[in-house]
């Protein structure tokens, strides 16, 4: 059971390529989260699924597509990267979505945008 | 809008003491608030949580207690060890169509001296 695992780990990117994060989950967990962090700043929601099929954007989707692919893997991409996108961003997952279920977060992608 | 926030960025204690870190929020809405220890490179880990109905709850070396008349909240880590030092974040919950939305503060750097 790895819990929630994020490819890659690092990544340096030009302004204006894109690239897609990965995201899965093996707890057959229903609800998806990505979120970015910033120096000094806590996480914020860019986008989430609460179920397979369904995404809904968060407080900074601007910029990023997400993609529920199936119940375990949910991926953000960015069309055309920019610096204020350099980041480090964070797949989370939780059970049912209730209140009280517990976010379970991957360990992390840290992006680079030159 | 939400609004979730610490009081400190930094913390140092000496190994053995207890620590407080507080959080403050704004929207009385919240029914539900969690505390997460990040470390370095990793992902944020679930310390804690508590219900608007609580005033206090107990974990293992932990507390959280919840002031909702002055919209605060506080972790307090008893005898504090090596392994404790991280960066400490409080979020609050605010539910969106059965899927959770967390809001969560700035963080708190939590050094713990030996």
């Known amino acids: 059971n790895a819990g929630v695992t994020q490819t890659p780990k690092f990544q340096v990117l030009k302004t204006g390529q894109s690239m897609t994060l990965q995201c899965a989950q093996d707890?057959?967990?229903?609800?998806m989260y990505w979120y970015r962090q910033d120096p000094g700043m806590g996480l914020r929601l860019i986008y989430y699924?609460?179920?397979?099929?369904?995404?809904d954007k968060g407080e900074v989707p601007n910029g990023y597509n997400v993609s529920r692919l199936n119940k375990r893997e949910f991926s953000l991409r960015l069309e055309s990267a920019a610096p204020s996108q350099t980041s480090v961003y964070f797949c989370?997952?939780?059970?049912?979505?209730?209140?009280?279920?517990?976010?379970?977060f991957g360990p992390g992608t840290r992006l680079t945008v030159l | 809008g939400e609004s979730v926030g610490l009081h400190l960025p930094t913390l140092s204690v000496q190994e053995g003491d207890n620590s407080i870190i507080n959080c403050a929020y704004s929207?009385?809405?919240?029914?539900?608030f969690i505390w997460y220890k990040q470390e370095s490179g990793k992902g944020p880990q679930f310390i804690i949580d508590?219900?608007?109905?609580?005033d206090k709850r107990q974990g293992q070396r932990v507390t959280v207690l919840l002031n909702k008349t002055v919209k605060h909240l506080s972790l307090q880590i008893a005898a504090t060890q090596p392994g404790d030092s991280a960066v400490y974040f409080c979020?609050?919950?605010?539910?969106?169509?059965?899927?959770?939305?967390?809001?969560f503060g700035q963080g708190t750097r939590l050094t713990i001296n030996p």
């Open positions: 989370a997952s939780v059970k049912s979505g209730g209140y009280t279920d517990t976010q379970y």
């Open positions: 707890m057959n967990h229903n609800s």
């Open positions: 699924s609460a179920s397979e099929g369904t995404t």
């Open positions: 929207n009385s809405a919240s029914d539900y």
């Open positions: 508590i219900r608007s109905n609580m």
């Open positions: 979020a609050g919950f605010w539910g969106i169509q059965g899927a959770q939305k967390l809001v």
